[in-house]
């Protein structure tokens, strides 16, 4: 099975040169060089996921119907903005690591599995919490619950795609 998609003619035109100017920049530069710069944001990449995976697994399951005895809205006081900070530290970091090699990076397959995984959270979490509030306290049960299941799938489905970044190619 192929690890790369074949981009169009077309695409290559108008994706090529962004990707290039993205591994032309200072930061992508200094991090191509600098082996402990590289490794520490990727620690920092680790660590914002390990916030968001360590956050929403719990708050999904609650909101699955796991620990009924504990009222969903502690649960979210506290889970959502960890949540929040992980994905925010993640992509951050995330960016500066797919800039090293951002030619590369976007034709594995394994890499556009993620980028889509973590759109589509991203997009399910800001539409539950447009709807349901910050704390999920307008949302019924049956919509979070469907919630909690397509976020369980996107993140968990991120987090195992990132991992195999390294045996791709």
Excluded at 63 to 92: D, F, Q, S
Aim: proline share 4%.
């Amino acid at each position: 099975m192929s690890t790369r998609c074949i981009p169009s003619e077309t695409d290559t035109h108008v994706v090529e040169p962004l990707l290039a100017a993205l591994e032309a920049t200072a930061p992508a530069q200094y991090l191509r060089g600098a082996r402990w710069g590289y490794a520490a944001v990727n620690a920092v990449h680790i660590l914002g996921f390990g916030l968001l995976i360590g956050a929403i697994v719990p708050l999904d399951l609650r909101l699955l119907g796991v620990w009924r005895g504990v009222p969903r809205a502690a649960v979210a006081r506290v889970l959502v903005p960890t949540a929040a900070a992980g994905l925010t530290i993640a992509v951050a970091a995330g960016l500066l690591l797919f800039a090293v090699r951002a030619r590369e990076y976007a034709g594995l397959e394994v890499v556009q599995a993620k980028l889509a995984l973590v759109a589509i959270g991203g997009a399910a979490a800001i539409a539950i919490h447009l709807h349901g509030g910050w704390l999920l306290e307008r949302a019924g049960s049956a919509r979070l619950a469907g919630h909690a299941a397509l976020s369980l799938l996107c993140w968990l489905g991120a987090l195992v795609c990132g991992r195999l970044i390294a045996f791709a190619g």
